[in-house]
């Protein structure tokens, strides 16, 4: 009897311990996930190193330098920041040389002064004549001229169809898909890890609204050179006298408001944004004043990045231009990102420099 008791615990103790080891053994092994590459566009770099370390610093609750989401505020120029540029020139340059001398529906209309500025974007990317002093300014009247009329949605559809056209200089890319990927993903990062961004740029607001509207970037966090609107039945009635009726419409006007560089875009920032930013991304002159801002900053840790265009292979780079801007960014204590050292690839695979092509 004893043995019997002894022989049915054996047996049973066998089994218990045959399923301890199958089910050991057959136990999913669970690898924790690798954390997320944000960057596969980007080479190792100084300023991709500052970046990561300004962000993991400003978003840790541990460190003495955070800083609320609310407050993670970041501000990028367009042109030359994220969208190419030199393709022969500014997409809004581009855009209104074609307005005048190839648009069937506006060509025979175009005022005097609207073109004689096409004429002189046409003159300059053809044969490098300088453009005239100030001419920032020439082409922002004429371009208010050049689309007065329109209404919203129509001038949306007329940028559209040329952003759909090939980009000149290039193959395997639309003006419309020219964004610099390491740049988005930039963005890409930053929006992960609980920032706001702006775009503040001195090409035209709607312009710039239609561009970036593939990358889904809210139409209310674009900040851009404006014309003014008015209803299509307003005439020259003041907006504080006039109410629109429900039938009309917006359309643009051939005034004016402001050019959106240098300190206007720090004033923009702060009327439409109501906070100083802790981060800026830019590229020109145009951008220090913004950078300035960001950096009078006092309540949060903060960083600026200027992004120089010192690469001839894979974009049209003026290399005598980008090497002064190289040394004065890094003079004024700005973070530099080079096109050529730092980004893996510029527009992305399958798109390649040409020589340009006038017809």
């Not at 073109?115 to 020439?138: E, S, Y």
Request: aromatic residues 12%; proline residues 4%.
């Amino acid at each position: 009897m004893k043995k019997t008791k002894l022989w049915m615990f054996a047996t049973i103790l066998i089994i218990l311990c045959g399923a301890i080891v199958f089910t050991s053994c057959n136990k999913e092994v669970v690898t924790p996930p690798s954390p997320k590459d944000y960057f596969p566009s980007w080479n190792q770099c100084d300023a991709l190193t500052a970046l990561k370390a300004y962000v993991e610093d400003v978003t840790d609750p541990k460190s003495s330098n955070y800083i609320n989401a609310e407050d993670r505020i970041a501000t990028f120029d367009m042109d030359g920041t994220f969208l190419g540029e030199l393709y022969p020139t500014y997409f809004e340059y581009n855009l209104i040389e074609y307005r005048v001398f190839d648009d069937p529906s506006y060509r025979d209309k175009a005022p005097e002064d609207v073109r004689q500025a096409a004429q002189d974007i046409r003159d300059f990317v053809r044969t490098g004549k300088a453009l005239p002093d100030h001419f920032d300014m020439i082409h922002a009247r004429a371009a208010a001229k050049a689309y007065a009329g329109m209404t919203l949605a129509e001038f949306d559809s007329f940028v559209k169809a040329y952003a759909a056209t090939p980009a000149n200089g290039f193959t395997g890319m639309t003006y419309g898909q020219s964004f610099y990927k390491p740049m988005l993903e930039v963005m890409d990062y930053l929006k992960a890890n609980g920032f706001t961004f702006y775009v503040v740029s001195g090409s035209d607001r709607f312009v710039c609204r239609t561009l970036v509207e593939p990358l889904g970037i809210p139409t209310n966090r674009i900040i851009g050179m404006d014309v003014w609107l008015k209803t299509n039945k307003q005439d020259e009635e003041p907006g504080v006298e006039y109410t629109m009726g429900k039938e009309e419409y917006l359309i643009r006007t051939d005034s004016l408001v402001l050019k959106n560089i240098k300190n206007n875009k720090v004033i923009q920032i702060g009327q439409e944004i109501g906070k100083v930013p802790v981060l800026s991304f830019g590229n020109s002159s145009g951008d220090c004043a913004m950078h300035n801002y960001c950096l009078s900053n006092k309540e949060h840790r903060t960083a600026v990045f200027m992004l120089v265009a010192d690469d001839d292979v894979r974009d049209h780079a003026d290399l005598t231009e980008g090497a002064k801007r190289e040394a004065k960014w890094r003079e004024a204590g700005y973070y530099v990102i080079s096109m050529k050292n730092d980004f893996k690839t510029i527009y992305g695979q399958g798109v390649t420099k040409t020589d340009f092509i006038f017809n």
